[in-house]
């Protein structure tokens, strides 16, 4: 898998970050997607450096205009690796990895591999997919359940891929800390009648990040 340095988006605090953040994008969205665009800005002004990337089936759509549906979540690993080992050099402070949606869950199957660098300290999750809107009874509960590291999942409180209800049921390994923001949605924003508003729930959860970082320093 060719990837070059030239091919990710880096947001970068002011001083010298805390830890450094590789974020994966959503199936249908891109790296620079307005939800990515924000999350990256909030976590870079707590102190986390943020690097960006596109797999290779939505790098092809940037280029060619033509959209093809994504692969399984277990053929975009070794992507996921590579990219690893090719930004692990440039960042700072301990590296964590995650994404939005079925970026954060190929995250999350990667850290049980042995080819995983040492460097990687911590999983954020950003909405993560539990389960296909409506199909509750098909759970993507595996890569949690054996997640070796510290994890953080930031997730809506209506998400329809796992709202608070379902969410509090599923009984996960104490090392996941879940955050649960107001009325969001699949990509944590909630609706215009709601006291909540999308920039403070993304606030949160960069808040969140900058505390899971905090925690790997002490």
């Known amino acids: 898998m060719d990837i070059k340095m030239t091919d990710f988006l880096w947001t970068r605090p002011d001083s010298a970050p805390v830890a450094t953040l590789l974020l994966a994008h959503v199936a249908g969205a891109a790296m620079d997607s307005p939800f990515m665009e924000k999350i990256a800005a909030f976590a870079a002004a ?3 450096a943020v690097v960006r990337f596109e797999f290779p089936y939505m790098a092809e759509r940037r280029r060619t205009g033509k959209k093809r549906p994504p692969p399984r979540a277990d053929k975009l690993i070794d992507v996921y690796l590579t990219v ?18 079925v970026g954060e869950r190929v ?35 595996e890569p949690l359940q054996a997640l070796p590291l510290p994890c953080l999942i930031a997730q809506g409180e209506r998400d329809a891929f796992g709202n608070r209800e379902e969410v509090l049921g599923y009984g996960l390994p104490e090392a996941i800390e879940v955050l649960f923001l107001e009325d969001g949605s699949h990509d944590l924003a909630p609706r215009g009648s709601s006291p909540a508003t999308w920039d403070g729930n993304l606030k949160l959860a960069a808040k969140a990040i900058r505390k899971l970082a905090d925690g790997l320093h002490a």
């Open 84 to 101: 690893i080992s090719e930004i692990s050099g440039e960042a700072q402070g301990p590296l964590l990895i995650g994404g939005k949606s």
């Open 46 to 48: 707590e102190g986390i």
């Open 107 to 141: 995250a999350a199957m990667i850290t049980a591999d042995p080819a995983l660098d040492a460097h990687v300290a911590g999983v954020v999750c950003l909405g993560y997919p539990f389960h296909a809107p409506g199909k509750t009874d098909a759970l993507r509960l």
